[in-house]
């Protein structure tokens, strides 16, 4: 890849850390294809499997730093697919989505995958490069989302 570079260390720093997402975004988009997953779908599946008590439209779309309207369809998507289902249970007023047997199914097959390709992070930094790096990460995502969204609208850590 050409090396361009900026005459602005911040730009330079912006434009890598695009460019690194956009690169792993598109290697895993790219491995599962051939399973008919979308990495948003994986992504909504992963999430909702880590959650027993199921989750809601808000929280999936923090989770997915997304605007409500956008995960809703992401959600409405994977539940035609049979991925998901969602159930109101008495006296909540948010729908409740859960993971089911077909989605747990599509999981088994694809989080290998995901795994294999993110798992590449670990094969070139050691734990403690890891670790610093996801510390430069919040750190980088919770600015942006306080300037978003406000305080109040925090991401799960």
Not at 24 to 40: F, G, N, P, W
Not at 79 to 101: D, F, M, N, Q, V
Not at 117 to 132: A, C, H, N, P
Request: glycine share 6%.
């Amino acid at each position: 890849m050409a090396a361009y570079e900026f005459d602005d260390s911040i730009m330079n720093t912006w434009w890598l850390v695009r460019q690194a997402r956009e690169s792993m975004y598109k290697a895993v988009s790219a491995s599962l294809t051939r399973y008919q997953c979308t990495i948003e779908q994986f992504e909504v599946l992963i999430i909702i499997s880590r959650q027993p008590a199921g989750v809601t439209l808000s929280e999936l779309a923090r989770w997915l730093a997304r605007e409500k309207h956008s995960a809703a369809g992401l959600l409405s998507r994977a539940e035609k697919a049979g991925l998901i289902c969602r159930e109101r249970p008495e006296g909540c007023k948010h729908y409740i989505y859960r993971i089911t047997a077909k989605g747990e199914q599509v999981l088994e097959e694809v989080w290998p995958v995901v795994k294999d390709i993110i798992g590449d992070m670990g094969k070139r930094f050691s734990e403690d490069e890891l670790r610093e790096i996801r510390r430069y990460m919040k750190l980088l995502r919770d600015m942006y989302f306080e300037r978003l969204l406000g305080a109040r609208n925090s991401v799960p850590a």
